[in-house]
């Protein structure tokens, strides 16, 4: 079994062109929060004249979780197993700058204030105010998520291709991944040998899963 540190990030994908394409150029998407799958993103109490709405449009996040045997996940984001899982392991520096953790829970966050430095410059602080786009309902607490979120100068996109937070470092393969796929993705990794493969079985006597080593040299 392969140890899941600390540092590590996982996404679970489906197989298609975009999972491919995200590979090759080692980018991932980040999305606007409107185009997120929970429609309750980025929805808070405003208890302020005029709310922070105008600072989250120009957010694109990247959502990760910390684990990557979570069933659910892998039916939910990965095509029922017929897709994959990406690992990204992170410096302790990276991690710590960059890496924002989701907490869940019942009720709605509300904004009470605004507050502005001295300079006229806006604070963010992500106990207070960024509870607003890193807090969601217990519902979706199984995800364990944590978000990479970067400003894009462009308020009427959907979402935008950036860089990966750090090097691919592993694949986990689906249950029911097929062998095309694994192939596809040895051919979108073909400059990066480095990076390792596991295929996901079943275990015997619990509902857990376990991920055993593919050799890529054998592809």
Known sequence: MRTVSNLKLFRYRPVNHKTFEELAIGQIWHSKFTELNDPFEAVYIDKTAGGLQYIVDTFRVCCFSKINDNLLMWSHYADSHRGLCVEYELDTETYKSRVMHVSYQTAM???ETIRLHPNGTLS???DEE????LTKSEDWAYEQECRIII????????????AAPAPLSAVYFGIRAAAATIHATNTSLSGRPSVEFYQAYLEQDEY??????????QL
């Open 208 to 217: 857990r899963l376990r991920f055993e080593s593919i050799d890529r040299t």
């Open 130 to 133: 960024a509870r607003i786009f």
């Open 109 to 111: 966050p509300a904004l």
């Open 124 to 126: 963010l602080n992500i």
């Open 151 to 162: 400003i894009s100068k462009e308020p009427s996109e959907k979402g935008r291709l950036a």
